[in-house]
């Protein structure tokens, strides 16, 4: 079975720094772009940031300059470093997978999610 599986999450102050990490495994994600969302609670699931099969990434403006994603494909593991987490930045995140790694549409795989709480 295909699965990604976060982790790394927790509470953090606000101005500090947390790294989440997700282990994906059971398909080769070397032709699908993979990427961050989060969920606040009464809020939708937003796309923060995305990586491509090129290596090439885009984050959303709230996060942009403050967020960054890699991936390591030895490790077959994607990262999201949180630098400057802020307040508003408490949510739910989820590791992504599909064919438009932007937006919910275009996700395939969904990660179970990571609960990140920023003080």
């Known amino acids: 079975d295909v699965q990604l599986v976060e982790s790394g999450g927790g509470s953090v102050q606000s101005g500090g720094s947390l790294r989440l990490s997700c282990a994906f495994s059971?398909?080769?994600?070397?032709?699908?772009?993979m990427g961050w969302f989060r969920q606040a609670p009464g809020q939708g699931r937003e796309g923060l940031a995305a990586?491509?099969?090129?290596?090439?990434?885009s984050y959303a403006a709230a996060v942009r300059g403050r967020f960054a994603i890699s991936k390591d494909n030895d490790n077959n593991t994607l990262y999201l470093q949180m630098n400057s987490p802020q307040p508003e930045d408490t949510a739910m995140y989820y590791c992504?997978?599909?064919?438009?790694?932007?937006?919910?549409?275009?996700?395939?795989?969904w990660g179970q999610g990571t609960q990140v709480t920023v003080s």
């Open positions: 992504a997978a599909g064919f438009v790694c932007t937006v919910s549409a275009g996700v395939a795989v």
């Open positions: 059971g398909y080769t994600y070397s032709a699908h772009c």
């Open positions: 990586i491509n099969t090129d290596g090439s990434t």
